[in-house]
């Protein structure tokens, strides 16, 4: 059985960064992408960034493309998620789950999330 467990939330000023993680387990990711979203008070679950665990080819929603960095280690089966210069709007829950590789949805197996809030 697939489990997700995310941590590394927390409050941050803007401007400033967090790191994100998620242990996973429960088989052999080889096959599978991991990703990210996140969902805001009010909106829709949307993506963030996925990564293809053995290659490791990512993509990026635009809003994050250039702030955010998504990586693994294999080793650990733990995805990261690296966010810079956070801003106001990234305030949410922030999810990781599985999925297919090079895809933005079909993506399952939800961890519980981790509050992110990004405030003065």
């Known amino acids: 059985q697939v489990k997700l467990i995310e941590s590394g939330g927390g409050l941050v000023q803007p401007g400033g960064s967090l790191r994100l993680s998620c242990a996973a387990s429960g088989h052999t990711f080889s096959d599978y992408a991991l990703g990210w979203f996140r969902q805001a008070p009010g909106k829709e679950r949307e993506f963030v960034a996925a990564i293809s665990w053995t290659y490791g080819a990512t993509h990026y929603a635009d809003s994050v493309k250039a702030r955010f960095t998504i990586s693994r280690d294999k080793a650990l089966n733990t995805l990261y998620l690296q966010m810079n210069s956070l801003q106001p709007e990234d305030t949410a829950v922030y999810y990781c789950?599985?999925?297919?590789?090079?895809?933005?949805?079909?993506?399952?197996?939800w961890g519980q999330g981790t509050q992110v809030t990004v405030s003065a």
């Open positions: 789950a599985e999925g297919p590789v090079g895809s933005r949805s079909g993506f399952d197996h």
